[in-house]
Every structure is written in structure tokens, then in C-alpha cells.
């Protein structure tokens, strides 16, 4: 397992190759089949069942149908291949979505795809054994996330900032880029000194025991959804049937996974990692699934979700526009528990 880290420059440099990439592809939209099925291609998450695909194995599709490309840990990669048109639809932390558009991304959010509630949500951890207790004491140390750019390292650099770290002193904290499925074992090496770790892959960490919380996001802005599935708007132009499809049956999804009791959503996660037979995935880490992580029924897109991170943006410095409009970024026209076809606290059926 190898562990990098990337420097501001090089970050910088990524950005100037993502807008050449834009201009230079168009990307078309979802291929649709002569009985008017529309596949939409996307990038997985290792070991982790995405809404989408839970929706497609409950049957809640009805003119969609998903296709597999590979898998991914970043969301800023998931939705620059939307951008690009490499993907139809893909899943990001709300302030990469805000940065892309930002960078002149033709892209929409159309529903909520994850974030934290009482029973999940993304901790930093250090080992019990370590002298880190405070956020002085990780300056020159390593954080390791998933990615850059996006949810783990916005949460971190707010709560060095909230803790009363100078920025000079938040850039000597060393952000290092580590695989999900590797970053316990990073973690209790040595390798890294802190980790960030959510979802199913934090549950299974916790009852190995041996470590400490010293931050979480939950903590910063309680129950909040962080990021959203978007979609590219030549997409949503051409072919609003399907992007109506797609929201309906992942905001339903959703709100079965909000509602079943946890026992059914684990066999459910279960059947799904095991059926599709991808290599390298164990479905018995769906035994740690605690809750949807989402806390707004179905999944409808608050407008605070992601003004919160372009206030964020612009205030560090991290935005090219000063104007950036986010009732643009985002609809919830398609989402039945937003456009009266579902009442917010029914089931995931239709009345």
C-alpha cells in the first residue's frame, strides 16, 4: 500500500488540466435503448452499496438502467468524469460540486447522496496510545482521507481553523491521500498519525477498539447532508425523462433506507455486493451499517447544504468567481418528496 500526499501546486496544476478538458469534451448524454431505456454509466465505491444501485435492485427504476464503469474513493474525480462526460451521474461533497461549477462545469445536483446523522457520520480517530489530543498537536503530523479537495479536508482545515490554528500553522498539517478500505490499517501501522474514517469502514474500525475521536463532522454542523449526486446538464436538457427517473427512484431509495429497520437494509447490502461480483469485496462489512447517514426524508437538497461550503470557499480563498449562484447548482424538481408526489414522511412507495 502506498501513501501520497499532494501539494497545492500540484492541485493547481490538476485544475488546469480538468478546464482543458472541459472545453475539449462535450460528453454525450446517456445512451437510450430502442424501448426507451436510458444507461447511464457511473463509478462505483469499493465494499459500499450507492443509492443508485439500491434503487435499481428494489426496482424503483422505471426508464433507467445503470452501467458500471469502475470504481472510485474520490467524489471530485466522480464528478469531473460527469463533467467530461465519461459518466452520467456521479457523487461529491458539496463544496467540490461548488468548485466545479465554479471552474464552468456544466453540471446539476439533483438529490442528496450522503452525510451525517446521529448514527453516522465521518470521525477523525487517532490511537488511544497516541500523545494527539488537541489540534495544536497536529501540526507536522499526517491526516489520511480519501481524497483532496473535497469533504475530509474542508472539515478538517474548519475545525484547525475553529480551534484557533493560524493558516500557516493549518498548512503544516499534513493532508495524506489513503485508500477507505486501507485507512484503518494505515492508522494503526504508524503511517499515518490521524484518520478519517466513515460510513460501514468506521463502524468495523470502532470494534476493533484502541481509538481515540478527535473531531467529527457531526460536531461542526450536527445532522447535515454533505454531498449530492449530480448530473450534466446537456443530460438534463436532452433527456429530463431520465434524470426524472433517476431522482425519483434514488430520493426512494433512500427513504427505504431511512425507514426499514436495519436488519433488512444489511441483507439487502449483503445480496447486492455479493451478486455483482466485483473483486476484492467482502459483503459481511455491510454488517456494520447503521443508518442511512442522511437525516432530510428522500434525500431533497437543502439550499444551506451547500451555501455553507461556498460562503466556505470564498472566504479561504479557493473560488476564481465571487459569484457564484447556488440556487443554480441544483434542483429538486424531479424529487417526489420535494414535488408533492410523496409527502415527506410516507414510505418509499408510491401513494
Known amino acids: 500500500m502506498s501513501l501520497r500526499s499532494l501539494t497545492r501546486p500540484a492541485a493547481a496544476a490538476a485544475s488546469v488540466l480538468l478546464l482543458g478538458a472541459l472545453a475539449a469534451c462535450g460528453g454525450g448524454a446517456g445512451a437510450t435503448a430502442a424501448d426507451g431505456s436510458t444507461t447511464l454509466r457511473y463509478q462505483g465505491t469499493p465494499s459500499a452499496v450507492q443509492f443508485p444501485e439500491l434503487a435499481a435492485d428494489l426496482g424503483y427504476f422505471e426508464k433507467v438502467e445503470l452501467e458500471w464503469t469502475s470504481d472510485t474513493t474520490s467524489g471530485p474525480t466522480s464528478i469531473q468524469n460527469v463533467a467530461t462526460g465519461q459518466s452520467d451521474f456521479g457523487s461529491a461533497f458539496n463544496g467540490a460540486v461548488v468548485k466545479l461549477a465554479d471552474a464552468g462545469a456544466p453540471i446539476t445536483a439533483v438529490v442528496d447522496s450522503y452525510g451525517a446523522d446521529d448514527e453516522t457520520f465521518t470521525g477523525y480517530y487517532s490511537l488511544e496510545s497516541s500523545d494527539i489530543r488537541t489540534a495544536e498537536d497536529l501540526i507536522g503530523k499526517k491526516v489520511g482521507m480519501n481524497t483532496l479537495g473535497a469533504h475530509h479536508?474542508?472539515?478538517?482545515?474548519?475545525?484547525?481553523?475553529?480551534?484557533?490554528?493560524?493558516?500557516?500553522?493549518?498548512?503544516?498539517?499534513?493532508?495524506?491521500?489513503?485508500?477507505?478500505?486501507?485507512?484503518?490499517?494505515?492508522?494503526?501501522?504508524?503511517?499515518?498519525?490521524?484518520?478519517?474514517?466513515?460510513?460501514?469502514?468506521?463502524?468495523?474500525?470502532?470494534?476493533?477498539?484502541?481509538?481515540?475521536?478527535?473531531?467529527?463532522?457531526?460536531?461542526?454542523?450536527?445532522?447535515?447532508?454533505?454531498?449530492?449526486?449530480?448530473?450534466?446538464?446537456?443530460?438534463?436538457?436532452?433527456?429530463?425523462?431520465?434524470?426524472?427517473?433517476?431522482?425519483?427512484?434514488?430520493?426512494?431509495?433512500?427513504?427505504?433506507a431511512q425507514v426499514t429497520p436495519r436488519e433488512e437494509v444489511v441483507a439487502r447490502y449483503k445480496k447486492i455486493i455479493t451478486e455483482r461480483g466485483r473483486a476484492g469485496e467482502d459483503p459481511s462489512i455491510a454488517d456494520f451499517y447503521k443508518s442511512s447517514g442522511i437525516p432530510v426524508p428522500g434525500g431533497v437538497i437543502q439550499e444551506d447544504e451547500i451555501s455553507i461550503w461556498a460562503d466556505w470557499l470564498q472566504r479561504t480563498g479557493q473560488l476564481e468567481n465571487d459569484d457564484v449562484d447556488v440556487k443554480e447548482l441544483f434542483t429538486n424538481e424531479f424529487n417526489p418528496y420535494a414535488n408533492g408526489e410523496l409527502e415527506p414522511d410516507a414510505g418509499p412507495e408510491a401513494s
Open 153 to 256: 479536508e474542508s472539515i478538517t482545515r474548519e475545525w484547525l481553523s475553529q480551534q484557533g490554528l493560524s493558516e500557516a500553522e493549518i498548512e503544516k498539517v499534513e493532508l495524506t491521500v489513503v485508500p477507505p478500505v486501507n485507512t484503518e490499517q494505515a492508522l494503526r501501522k504508524g503511517q499515518i498519525d490521524v484518520a478519517a474514517l466513515g460510513g460501514l469502514f468506521r463502524d468495523q474500525a470502532l470494534s476493533r477498539g484502541g481509538l481515540r475521536q478527535l473531531y467529527a463532522d457531526k460536531d461542526l454542523y450536527d445532522t447535515f447532508s454533505y454531498g449530492t449526486y449530480v448530473v450534466r446538464d446537456d443530460l438534463l436538457k436532452k433527456n429530463p425523462e431520465a434524470v426524472k427517473d433517476f431522482t425519483q427512484g434514488v430520493a426512494r431509495a433512500i427513504r427505504w
